[in-house]
Every structure is written in C-alpha cells, then in structure tokens.
C-alpha cells in the first residue's frame, strides 16, 4: 500500500504558466481533497471531491481546477501560476471525509 | 465562516513533562475535530479525534478533551518524548454539501529537550 503520492516534490514556475499537481491514491477511498500550507497559516481547503465526476470547492478555490475521472487520481491545475500561489500543496483522502490521510506534499515556487 | 485559534504557536517542554495545546472554534455546527501531527518535510498524519458527542477520548499517551459549550478543545500529550517534537495542528470540521469540510489552527510547534 503505497497510500496517498503527490508527483512533483518540488516545481518552479515563471508567473502565467501552467501546471498540474498530481495526486494518487491506493485505498480505494472516495474522498480526496486538496489543501495549500502557507507559512504561519493552518492548512486551508482548495477542492474536494466525494466521487469520479463529483467536486466541490473549498475555502480558496479561485485560480485552481480540478476534475475526476478515477477513484484513484485527483489532479489540481494551474491554468495561470501567480506569485501568491507559492506554497506546499497537500493532497488528502479519507473513506468517509473524516479521518484523512496526506501525501507527502508539493513545494511550488512561483517567480 | 469558522475560524480556529491555537494557542500557543511554539512550545518547549523537557522530556517526561506534559504538554498541552488549546483550540477554540467559532462555528457551533462543527462537529467533528481532529489533531495531526506534521514532521519536518511531511503530511500532517492524524494522531487522535474526537466528535461532538464526546468530552473526552484517549490513546496510550495522547488525549483530547472537547468543550462544546465553551467551544474549546484541548490535546493533552503525558510523559513526553523527544520524537514527540513536531508540528501540531488542530481543525474543525463540519458536514457542507458532500463531507466534512476542515479548517485548521495554524499550528503549534512542540519542542521536546531531552
């Protein structure tokens, strides 16, 4: 079981570009989200989603996309990188969106 | 919206002390909190959690207490460790439309002295 992984580690992105986050899981969970960690600040909720083609927005959603096809995979993309989405991006999936489990994380620079 | 406080931000204690962190939360319809526990370079993991039925939940060293009507919840850790040091973070979760949305404290860094 190799839980949930988050593919890249680390990534630098000039402003305007865009990208995706790649989220995985191997529990079989319905539940994933996607959360952002910045410096001094808990973590705060982007999207989640509670199904294949099933999503719903979070605290911060603007400037972030997210679909699902597949139990398994819950990518976040990037359409247009600004400087205020510097942060550690956490994926998160839970059988019943109360107990959670993260992966490791992705550390997005945007100069 | 929710807004969770946590108190205090950095805490130092000497090892086999215990150590206590504080919540409070705004929103009276949340109704279920957990507490992570995140080291250097990883995911926050879940240590413990409580729900709004419940006033008190332990585990082995680790135990939770919930004052619904006071809105606080406090993570009590005995007899600490030094691989005990890490950062905490506590959340409120309540039921909107699909599952349980979270919003986090912003965390406590626990330092234990060997």
């Known amino acids: 079981n190799a839980g949930v992984t988050q593919t890249p580690k680390f990534q630098v992105l000039k402003t305007g570009q865009s990208m995706t986050l790649q989220c995985a899981q191997d529990?079989?969970?319905?539940?994933m989200s996607w959360y952002r960690q910045d410096p001094g600040m808990g973590l705060r909720l982007i999207h989640y989603s509670v199904g294949a083609g099933i999503t719903d927005q979070g605290e911060v959603p603007n400037g972030y996309n997210v679909s699902r096809s597949t139990t398994e995979d819950f990518p976040l993309r990037l359409l247009s990188a600004a400087p205020s989405q510097t942060s550690v991006y956490f994926c998160?999936?839970?059988?019943?969106?109360?107990?959670?489990?993260f992966g490791p994380g992705t550390r997005l620079t945007v100069t | 919206g929710e807004n969770v406080e946590q108190h205090p931000s950095t805490l130092s204690v000497q090892e086999g002390d215990s150590a206590v962190i504080k919540c409070t939360y705004s929103d009276s319809a949340s109704n279920y909190f957990p507490w992570y526990k995140q080291e250097l370079g990883k995911g926050p993991q879940l240590i413990i959690d409580i729900r709004s039925n419940v006033g008190e939940k332990k585990d082995q060293r680790i135990a939770v207490t919930l004052n619904k009507t006071a809105k606080h919840f406090s993570l009590h850790i005995t007899e600490t460790q030094p691989e005990d040091s890490a950062v905490y973070f506590c959340?409120?979760?309540?039921?909107?439309?699909?599952?349980?949305?979270?919003?986090f404290g912003p965390g406590t860094r626990l330092s234990v002295l060997p």
């Open positions: 959340a409120a979760g309540k039921w909107k439309n699909y599952g349980q949305n979270f919003v």
């Open positions: 998160a999936s839970s059988y019943d969106s109360y107990e959670q489990y």
């Open positions: 529990m079989n969970h319905e539940y």
